[in-house]
Every structure is written in C-alpha cells, then in structure tokens.
C-alpha cells in the first residue's frame, strides 16, 4: 500500500518536471524509462514541500534522532529546510552541514551550525554509489556521535554491481534503516492508480523486473 504522502510528493515531483518519462542513460550505462532530478524544486513553494515530506518522513520513522546533518552540497539546504518544517511541526531538531574544504579563517573547520552529536540523521536526495553517505559516517564518527539513519527523496530499488542496491548496500554496511520519501515501489502503484500517467507503467515495470531488487 502506497503511505499517503508518498503519492502526493510524485505528483508534485511530476508537476515540477523533477520526475519525468522517456529514456535516460544512467551513470552505469541503462537506459531507464525515467529520470528524477531533485535540483528542479528550484523554487521556494516546491522546495519547502519537499522538506515537508522529508519531516513527515522522518516523524513517521520514528527513529530517536538528536541532530541533523546534510552533507555538502544539495544536503545543505535540505537540512536546513527540514529543520525548519520539523519546528513548524513541533520538534526542533539542531542541524549541521559540512564544507567541500576546509575554511581557514573566521570559526574555521569543515563543519557549520550545530555540534554534531549523539544520534546524527542524513538527509540527502538519493544513494547512487553511497560515496556521500560514507563520507558523512567518517564526519560523524571523527565527531564522536553515532550515525542514526539516512533519509533520501526517492529510492529507485535498482541492483548496482552486485546483488543489492545502492540503499540495501548502505543499511548492510552501517546497520542502520535507510527512509525513502518515495521508492519504486510507490512509483509503480502511482503510476497504475493515475490515468494520464498509466502509459509509462508498463516500460517502468520491465524495467524494475531487468535491473531491480525486491
């Protein structure tokens, strides 16, 4: 069953055309009947119901959390955006980020905002390879603190090198869940229950049956 608000943030990635159908070649060489791209809620309306879907993900979790981190760069407005849709909704979490290098001047270090501690959050918009992800652990753990989970926009339940995807490999590796606003899963029950959009179903479906991961 498709969670509520997993339909309504496909179909405001629809709109916003960061969700769109065709053929797309992929860093790994597919050709992939859709493409998401999460730089396209360019605006402010778009960009603060992601980071409402992204609080709504994280309250609904209900992983124990003390601090947020968004790894640079598309994680930086993410973190601050859902910290600040998780304070409209009553929990005020502190928030963190880092810097591609290090500032020498000023407060100095990689690291802006908050302390990071105790149980660290990721918010990023996808895993492809978990690069981003593993750099953060290295940030959190040189930081004392413990990493929590990750939470991502859209998981595309896709096998990587291996037997896994990119999200499986990440929660066998850390030992911690992995949230998903929307997931493949949630893109197929869309796509059927959606009459302008039944036409892409079918090449979406094959697709997952080729590369996916159940």
């Known amino acids: 069953m498709i969670v509520h608000f997993s339909r309504e943030f496909l179909g405001l990635a629809v709109r916003k055309g960061v969700l769109r159908f065709g053929e797309f070649k992929t860093k790994a060489g597919r050709l992939s009947p859709y493409f998401f791209n999460s730089a396209l809620f360019d605006d402010g309306e778009s960009f603060g119901e992601l980071c409402g879907y992204y609080a709504r993900a994280i309250r609904d979790s209900g992983l124990a959390v003390d601090t947020l981190f968004g790894p640079a760069y598309k994680g930086i407005p993410l973190v601050a955006g859902t910290a600040m849709q998780l304070a409209a909704q009553g929990v005020n979490?502190?928030?963190?980020?880092?810097?591609?290098?290090?500032?020498d001047h000023g407060e100095g270090g990689t690291l802006v905002g908050a302390p990071l501690k105790g149980r660290v959050l990721v918010l990023d918009d996808v895993i492809s390879a978990g690069t981003s992800v593993r750099?953060?652990?290295?940030?959190?753990?040189?930081?004392?603190?413990?990493?929590?989970?990750?939470?991502?926009?859209?998981?595309?339940?896709?096998?990587?090198t291996g037997d896994k995807s990119a999200v499986q490999e990440v929660r066998d590796s850390f030992g911690v869940p992995v949230v998903a606003v929307a997931s493949l899963t949630d893109l197929l029950g869309f796509l059927a229950d959606s009459p302008q959009m039944a036409v892409q179903l079918e090449a979406v479906q094959r697709y997952r049956d080729t590369y996916g991961v159940a």
């Open 135 to 160: 750099e953060s652990v290295e940030i959190i753990r040189a930081a004392g603190a413990e990493l929590a989970g990750v939470v991502i926009a859209l998981d595309r339940m896709e096998r990587g």
């Open 93 to 103: 979490l502190p928030f963190c980020f880092n810097r591609k290098e290090a500032k």
